[in-house]
């Protein structure tokens, strides 16, 4: 089974350096890495340039114009569209990953399942030499500093999930899913701009499309760097609004990965001349 991790992220170099060098370092390697980036102009090119030269894995750089405010959904669906895995794994360039992120999301993939993964925050303080392969006495010491959060997590027990029914508490910085099953519901909805809600409304057509949800414990971790939070009203009472009306209208979403529903569904493959720009 191919891999293939998509990182979102948007003019943060020093996140992403640590969160890239975290899948240089996993027990299993993913089969290929896409950076989407939504229209850094910062020192990110580069730092993605320099890990594509070192990584044992192909890495690609997806990039879309930044348009005044995160566009998540639009950048998931680009960067999906240029994956060839047949199972994707959502993170963010926040989010470093545990040594045995890949492989804990290949030992729990199951057809017609996600995965919600776990998170715990690396507060400011820790952050600095902060790389996601410290010892579990190391990370304890953190938590008991309050550098980190979350140390009931800690524990790696490997191949434990239970199936979850509720699409709250969703959070796509850390969720696995097979490909052929976002192809169905067409991908991530654009209507959704911000930071809110979109991955709740993806889960719930999942969801509603007969693919089960089986939340990760004790394994498949990433650790959050922590960062300002930036809060937009308009945005989440629209995608407020979205996310209610995702209980009944169509599963598949207007605005996805494809411009309109494809005649040929059943590899997977989104090589068709249907896609949406």
């Known amino acids: 089974m191919r891999v293939s991790v998509i990182v979102t992220t948007f003019n943060r170099p020093s996140y992403l350096q640590k969160v890239l060098a975290s899948y240089l370092h996993q027990t299993r390697a993913p089969d290929e890495l896409i950076v989407a980036d939504d229209g850094s102009t910062d020192a990110t090119e580069s730092?993605?340039?320099?890990?594509?030269?070192?990584?044992?894995?192909?890495?690609?750089?997806?990039?879309?114009?930044?348009?005044?405010?995160?566009?998540?959904?639009?950048?998931?669906?680009?960067?999906?569209?240029?994956?060839?895995?047949?199972?994707?794994?959502?993170?963010?360039?926040?989010?470093?990953?545990?040594?045995?992120?890949?492989?804990?999301?290949?030992?729990?993939a199951r057809p017609d399942w996600f995965v919600q993964g776990k998170r715990a925050w690396v507060r400011y303080q820790a952050m600095d030499n902060f790389t996601g392969q410290e010892s579990f006495l190391r990370k304890l010491w953190l938590c008991a500093t309050n550098g980190l959060t979350k140390p009931h997590w800690l524990l790696h027990v490997a191949g434990i999930a239970m199936e979850n029914k509720s699409s709250e508490g969703i959070r796509s910085c850390n969720l696995g899913v097979f490909?052929?099953?976002?192809?169905?519901?067409?991908?991530?909805?654009?209507?959704?701009?911000?930071?809110?809600?979109?991955?709740?409304?993806?889960?719930?057509?999942?969801?509603?499309?007969g693919v089960r949800r089986h939340d990760a414990l004790f394994s498949a971790m990433v650790y959050h760097?922590?960062?300002?939070?930036?809060?937009?009203?308009?945005?989440?009472?629209?995608?407020?609004?979205?996310?209610?009306?995702?209980?009944?209208?169509?599963?598949?979403?207007p605005l996805g990965l494809f411009a309109e529903a494809p005649q040929e569904q059943a590899s997977g493959r989104l090589a068709t001349p249907s896609l949406s720009p």
Not at 53 to 73: D, K, M, N, T, V
Not at 236 to 251: D, S
Request: aromatic share 10%; hydrophobic share 40%.
């Open 225 to 253: 760097l922590e960062h300002e939070k930036n809060l937009n009203i308009q945005d989440l009472e629209r995608n407020n609004r979205l996310l209610a009306e995702a209980q009944y209208r169509p599963i598949f979403t």
């Open 179 to 209: 490909r052929e099953n976002v192809v169905q519901i067409n991908g991530w909805n654009e209507q959704f701009l911000g930071f809110w809600r979109q991955d709740s409304e993806f889960a719930l057509r999942l969801m509603r499309s």
């Open 47 to 108: 730092v993605i340039a320099g890990f594509t030269e070192r990584a044992p894995f192909p890495i690609l750089h997806a990039w879309q114009e930044h348009q005044g405010g995160p566009r998540l959904s639009h950048l998931r669906n680009l960067a999906t569209r240029q994956t060839t895995g047949d199972y994707l794994i959502y993170t963010d360039g926040d989010c470093v990953a545990s040594p045995h992120f890949v492989a804990d999301h290949v030992r729990l």
